[in-house]
């Protein structure tokens, strides 16, 4: 009773530590940096939970990459919050602290030491490199896919205590709804063989040898194998190709990276949401992380024996960042925080079982056992400090990458979305210094231009923006969106038939690029060309319904087509969306062609109650009486 009594109070400790550390981010808001992919421009997330949704999250490929659970998750909080980013944080805090239970509750269950399965919880829990995974609503993803790695560990503990087909038809699905969150955790099948060693010790106990450990697990490596296909073939357009990063700057910067997640995770500062690749790796430096791994490596094999949590621990954090580390390049990071989510726990697993058979050997009995906690409580304290004050960071765009450009060194993105942040803000002057800085850094960085050429636009300045929106069409001729984007400011600088070339080619880019059906239709429209404007209104619609404005002038066109039936369709539509005047008393003129004077006296008196100086409503209503 007391033993329960005890890992309650542990595990409610561990909750309240948590809420604690991470009580920043529920009045955190949204980031300009991926939110908006995934959550804030995102129409299909903002839905909610629908039918059509559901079938998209299965299909969609969002920051290249297929990972639908996870659009289902924010599609259930956008059903529950709306926009509202404190229910968005809400939510990933509630996994977070739901994993480190499930941490906790898996390491006591393995091996029975609920003191030092509490530590690594605890470390797991408040540790400053993993507050990105909780704070940043894109990273959902990290949170949740370790959800199901935590529960399919629990499964496969249980799988091994109780062979049935059940229970392992249970790991298998747990693993696959882990990697339909995040393909980061396809390490999981080589996670389980570790822990085969220790702390279930199969082999020491002669339960199975090293081949029967591989062959029960088949169906977890091909789940692996095909997640990495999926993977690999989603992230296509983001992969770097040889030439531009080479094969020995990815070997250097993975050396050193790996060393450099070391040091972090033990001496956890100078921490950023982005760390620029850099151009090069000096050859020593990834020698001499080399020689480290390597050395670190042979330690821990050579004390396999006597120490198995060692070696488990260190190839727990090695084998788990191999997706990430770098030999597939995927987007400008050198490396990123939210990557050491779940491999570090293998790190803590080291440090907590070896520290404590270190207090052991000295034998100091109550005396050891007392320091040992003491300095347990006292890394936790200052972890704790640490994270509260990282996760302080992600209030808001500004904070977040302006905190970016203090701790690192080149960091052209940070100040690209200072400079975004700044341009929603109104403040001019400082937003032109960030994009000066970012382009005297990268001077070809296509979304740099893109984004100024988009603030000059909305600063009144199109003609200094046609350059720079040029060079990016220029530098990324595929992007859809920078296409229309030069189009917008080349309509407003009159030459209306070179936005429609442009407008043109991003629809044949992007058929389903709703704003560019919209503005092409317009300008066509303008052009007298009413029949081609219809159909680029309508495909508008279809993409995206949520486009208000548009209702009005597509039933217009389609009246005037004859289409009546539609066309009242769509201004029923428009009423119910945005009732404007003139939308009442074009449906009441539609009603009437249609034979209906009752219901078009009823508009027609609802356009004057709108608008009483709207004469031809007056007029239209005396002549049917």
């Known amino acids: 009773m007391r033993s329960r009594s005890a890992w309650l109070l542990l595990g409610l400790g561990l909750v309240l530590l948590t809420l604690a550390v991470y009580r920043p981010v529920l009045t955190a808001d949204f980031i300009n940096f991926d939110d908006g992919l995934y959550v804030t421009g995102n129409r299909h997330v903002q839905e909610g939970l629908t039918w059509q949704g559901f079938l998209w999250a299965w299909q969609a490929n969002v920051a290249s990459n297929w990972h639908p659970l996870t659009m289902l998750s924010h599609m259930l909080d956008c059903e529950i919050y709306g926009l509202n980013a404190h229910g968005h944080h809400l939510t990933s805090l509630l996994f977070h602290l739901a994993n480190v239970w499930l941490l906790?509750?898996?390491?006591?269950?393995?091996?029975?030491?609920?003191?030092?399965?509490?530590?690594?919880?605890?470390?797991f829990a408040v540790h400053p490199m993993h507050v990105e995974s909780v704070a940043w609503v894109a990273e959902r993803k990290d949170v949740l896919s370790g959800f199901?790695?935590?529960?399919?560990?629990?499964?496969?503990?249980?799988?091994?205590?109780?062979?049935s087909p059940r229970r392992y038809l249970l790991v298998v699905l747990l693993f696959?709804?882990?990697?339909?969150?995040?393909?980061?955790?396809?390490?999981?099948?080589?996670?389980?063989?570790?822990?085969?060693?220790?702390?279930?010790?199969?082999?020491?106990?002669?339960?199975?040898?090293?081949?029967?450990?591989?062959?029960?697990?088949?169906?977890?490596?091909?789940?692996?194998?095909?997640?990495?296909?999926?993977?690999?073939?989603?992230?296509?357009?983001?992969?770097?190709?040889?030439?531009?990063?080479?094969?020995?700057?990815?070997?250097?910067?993975a050396l050193v990276s790996y060393v450099v997640y070391l040091e972090k995770t033990f001496w956890p500062v100078k921490l950023a949401v982005f760390y620029p690749l850099p151009p090069s790796v000096p050859l020593w430096k990834a020698l001499a992380a080399g020689a480290l791994l390597v050395a670190i490596t042979g330690l821990a094999l050579w004390r396999v024996r006597r120490q198995p949590y060692l070696a488990v621990g260190w190839l727990w954090f090695v084998g788990m960042l191999v997706p990430v580390i770098?030999?597939?390049?995927?987007?400008?990071?050198?490396?990123?925080?939210?990557?050491?989510?779940?491999?570090?726990?293998?790190?803590?697993?080291?440090?907590?079982?070896?520290?404590?058979?270190?207090?052991?050997?000295?034998?100091?009995?109550?005396?050891?056992?007392?320091?040992?906690?003491?300095?347990?409580?006292?890394?936790?304290?200052?972890?704790?400090?640490?994270?509260?004050?990282?996760?302080?960071?992600?209030?808001?765009?500004?904070?977040?990458?302006?905190?970016?450009?203090?701790?690192?060194?080149?960091?052209?993105?940070a100040h690209l979305n200072v400079a975004v942040a700044l341009t929603n803000k109104?403040?001019?002057?400082?937003?032109?210094?960030?994009?000066?800085?970012?382009?005297?850094?990268?001077?070809?960085?296509?979304?740099?231009?893109?984004?100024?050429?988009?603030?000059?636009?909305?600063?009144?300045?199109?003609?200094?923006?046609?350059?720079?929106?040029?060079?990016?069409?220029?530098?990324?001729?595929?992007?859809?969106?920078f296409r229309q984007t030069l189009a917008s400011i080349l309509e407003d600088l009159g030459r209306k038939g070179e936005a429609i070339v442009q407008l043109r080619k991003a629809v044949e880019l992007s058929p389903r690029l709703a704003?560019?059906?919209?503005?092409?239709?317009?300008?066509?429209?303008?052009?007298?060309?009413?029949?081609?404007?219809?159909?680029?209104?309508?495909?508008?619609?279809?993409?995206?319904?949520?486009?208000?404005?548009?209702?009005?002038?597509?039933?217009?066109?389609?009246?005037?087509?004859?289409?009546?039936?539609?066309?009242?369709?769509?201004?029923?539509?428009?009423?119910?969306?945005?009732?404007?005047?003139?939308?009442?008393?074009?449906?009441?003129?539609?009603?009437?062609?249609?034979?209906?004077?009752?219901e078009a006296r009823q508009h027609y008196r609802r356009a004057l109650v709108l608008d009483p100086g709207l004469e031809p409503a007056r007029q239209r209503l005396g002549a049917l009486r």
Not at 148 to 163: D, I, N, S, T
Not at 382 to 405: C, E, N, P, V, Y
Not at 446 to 466: D, I, N, S, V, Y
Request: charged share 20%; aromatic share 8%; hydrophobic share 50%.
């Open 426 to 481: 109104g403040d001019q002057k400082g937003a032109i210094e960030e994009f000066h800085e970012v382009l005297r850094l990268q001077p070809n960085l296509a979304e740099a231009h893109a984004a100024l050429a988009t603030g000059l636009q909305k600063w009144g300045r199109p003609a200094e923006a046609l350059p720079h929106a040029q060079k990016a069409v220029q530098m990324k001729p595929d992007r859809a969106h």
């Open 104 to 123: 906790f509750e898996v390491l006591r269950r393995m091996t029975g030491a609920v003191g030092r399965s509490a530590w690594v919880a605890a470390l």
């Open 176 to 253: 696959a709804c882990g990697l339909l969150a995040k393909p980061m955790v396809v390490t999981l099948p080589f996670i389980l063989l570790l822990i085969d060693i220790w702390p279930l010790g199969r082999l020491r106990l002669g339960e199975a040898g090293p081949g029967s450990l591989l062959l029960e697990k088949i169906p977890l490596f091909a789940l692996s194998v095909a997640s990495s296909a999926v993977t690999v073939y989603a992230q296509q357009g983001s992969l770097a190709t040889l030439q531009a990063v080479s094969a020995g700057r990815r070997v250097g910067n």
């Open 326 to 413: 770098g030999f597939v390049q995927v987007g400008r990071q050198a490396m990123a925080d939210r990557y050491t989510y779940l491999p570090s726990i293998g790190l803590f697993l080291a440090v907590a079982w070896g520290v404590a058979e270190l207090l052991a050997g000295f034998r100091m009995g109550r005396a050891g056992r007392a320091v040992g906690a003491a300095g347990a409580l006292a890394v936790v304290a200052a972890l704790s400090i640490a994270g509260h004050r990282q996760a302080a960071m992600w209030k808001d765009s500004l904070t977040l990458f302006r905190h970016a450009l203090a701790v690192t060194d080149n960091n052209y993105l």
């Open 515 to 598: 704003g560019a059906h919209y503005g092409l239709g317009q300008l066509l429209q303008e052009q007298g060309r009413t029949d081609e404007a219809l159909q680029h209104y309508l495909v508008a619609l279809e993409v995206n319904p949520e486009l208000a404005d548009l209702y009005s002038p597509a039933a217009t066109l389609l009246a005037k087509k004859g289409d009546l039936v539609r066309a009242v369709a769509l201004y029923e539509e428009s009423i119910r969306r945005r009732p404007t005047a003139l939308t009442h008393f074009n449906l009441g003129v539609t009603l009437e062609r249609m034979g209906r004077p009752a």
């Open 148 to 163: 199901f790695f935590f529960l399919a560990l629990a499964a496969y503990l249980g799988w091994v205590r109780e062979r």
